[in-house]
């Protein structure tokens, strides 16, 4: 299995090689935006790219004839996400760090939960899309979630005043805790859904 995980790292080097130049310029010109926001941007880089090149080379026809089980793929692409997009946060805050680009660790751990959030939607997707339909789809999906959901939370937050209320009294703490099981349990829950799919799909 680490063999898969490893690919979609040998695959995208060209890629991999314009990833520190799309974290400094978001250091540079993207002052106005959430360090949040650049975390996230940067831990979805290798696996959302991974995702999309197996797409077009169609590569899972080449993957089910080697010795790895259905369960194995789908595996190493859960759990490669889980490894890259650590390793691309780290990377991400070395070069924000060095440009004096302000953030805090809450920053980190709101885009890592914000990560598995949005694979548990996406990754799915590359399982029930047709092919050429996916990338476009996950492109868009970010865009109208960065410019949707702030001004959604903020609607929300002023009419739901019961759920903003009881939100207001629990402690920092407890609403980190609350939203990194809720963000887990969506990721593995769709890990779970990615294996029923993949377990079934035709090539």
Known sequence: MFNLIKKDFVIQKSQIILFIPFIIFFAIFGDHMSPAFIFLLAGAYIPLNGYIYDEQVESNILLNSLP???KEIVSAKYIGGIAYMTLSIGVAS???Y???YGFMIKDITIAMGLFF???AFAFPMFYILKPGYIGVAVLVGMIISAVVLPPLIRFLAKHLTTITDFLTS?????LYLSGAALSII???TSWMVSQFIYQRKVF
Do not use: D, E, G, M
Not at 170 to 174: D, K
């Open 68 to 70: 790895y089980t259905r």
């Open 94 to 96: 070395i070069i924000l």
């Open 98 to 100: 060095i440009f004096n």
């Open 117 to 119: 959030v949005f694979s």
């Open 170 to 174: 629990l402690s920092t703490t407890a």
């Open 186 to 188: 969506l990721y593995l």
